[in-house]
């Protein structure tokens, strides 16, 4: 039963967690930096980058502590290497390359965005049926897989401009709330009218798997401001408007990430869907899902958002088959299945 320290710092959250057998989570330490990037609705990479300098230590400390185990009881070192804001990977990837050198343990090279996927496993026994579709959205993806193995993914379609949790923060921005936008705009969605405004759906070509949600986000601010040069004023965002707002925002998305997903079955042949990422949070998408034509697959809540459990739990298969890193391991900025 190989224990693994894992380690995430690919964006604005630094994360340390042990797992056992790539299932059972003992810990999950996640330091998070949104209060350093609100002000800017937006993560800042150098601000993001200090952070983690400041938080890795104590926070990899901090799991081993709650895990009740020290680095002898470890038996690999992983770390989220791919993709991200390189100063942000620099210090995650440097800090696992140090431990496994000082420690003489082997180091494990996970992708970040393969590491959401594997989530639904975290603490939990179910075993999706492979091939599944994966669709991974957060802040900075949204992209469809077709998952053969664990360590046999493609991507097969992905977004053209903003990612979903993207459209979510900015769109958030727009109408003056907090960020990041996702979690306030889906409780706020839960109040609203889903019928209320007809954003616009972008599905791209008939059979197309890519995504695109500039255009919606746009809309949305055209419905909030008016569209310039017609000297409209735009909408009067009286509380339930504004819930309505949300509401038919959230609608849009859901319709979109619900029918690209049935295109993605259609096209592979598979037989479940896993989601991940900050977005599969959403209760809109949840409940769009709860009867579906396969068996769907959500992670814990505590696992949609960034953190270092997924990462040590896909380790393990690495661990398994003996795929380990060497010392010279970079930083990547960009996802192995980018196309
Ligand atoms: O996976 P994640 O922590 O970071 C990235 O790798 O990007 O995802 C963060 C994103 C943010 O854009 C946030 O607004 C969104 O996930 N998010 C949500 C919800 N919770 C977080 N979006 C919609 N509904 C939610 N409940
Ligand atoms: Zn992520």
Redesign the pocket.
């Known amino acids: 039963m190989p224990t693994i320290l894992g380690i995430e710092s690919?964006?604005d959250?630094t994360g340390a967690a042990v797992v056992i057998d790539g299932r059972t989570v003992k810990s999950n330490v996640v330091a998070t930096q949104v209060e350093l990037h609100a002000k800017y609705r937006g993560v800042v990479p150098e601000i993001a980058s200090r952070a983690h300098i400041e938080n890795i230590l104590p926070v990899i400390e901090e799991s081993l502590e709650k895990a009740a185990c020290g680095f002898a009881d470890v038996d690999a070192i992983a770390v989220a290497h791919r993709p991200g804001l390189v100063g942000s990977l620099l210090v995650g990837v440097t800090s696992a390359k140090t431990l496994a050198w000082s420690l003489g343990k082997p180091l494990i090279a996970v992708d970040?965005v393969h590491a959401?996927l594997y989530s639904v496993l975290l603490d939990s026994a179910v075993s999706p049926q492979l091939p599944a579709v994966g669709m991974v959205c957060?802040?900075?993806?949204t992209a469809l897989y077709d998952v053969r193995a664990w360590d046999e993914v493609e991507l097969i379609g992905s977004t053209i401009d903003d990612?979903?949790?993207?459209a979510?923060?900015k769109v958030?921005a727009i109408l003056g709330l907090g960020y990041?936008?996702?979690?306030i705009?889906?409780k706020l969605a839960a109040l609203g009218d889903p019928n209320a405004v007809q954003f616009p759906r972008t599905y791209l070509s008939r059979e197309s798997l890519d995504f695109s949600f500039s255009g919606l986000k746009t809309a949305v601010l055209y419905h909030v401001r008016g569209v310039p040069g017609r000297g409209e004023s735009g909408a009067t965002l009286t509380e339930q408007h504004l819930r309505d707002v949300c509401a038919s925002f959230q609608a849009a998305c859901v319709d979109v990430l619900v029918k690209k997903l049935r295109r993605a079955l259609a096209a592979t042949g598979g037989r479940s869907v896993i989601i991940g990422?900050?977005?599969s949070?959403?209760?809109?998408?949840r409940a769009a899902l709860a009867t579906f034509d396969v068996p769907v697959y959500f992670p814990p809540l505590a696992y949609?958002?960034?953190n270092a459990a997924m990462t040590a739990g896909l380790a393990d298969v690495h661990y398994r088959v003996g795929r380990f890193a060497s010392l010279d391991l970079d930083a990547v900025t960009y996802s192995a299945f980018a196309k």
């Open positions: 690919t964006c959250e970040h959401h957060s802040g900075g993806h990612a979903v949790g993207e979510y923060d958030a990041p936008g996702g979690p705009i889906d990422g900050g977005v949070a959403n209760r809109g998408l949609c958002t960034d």
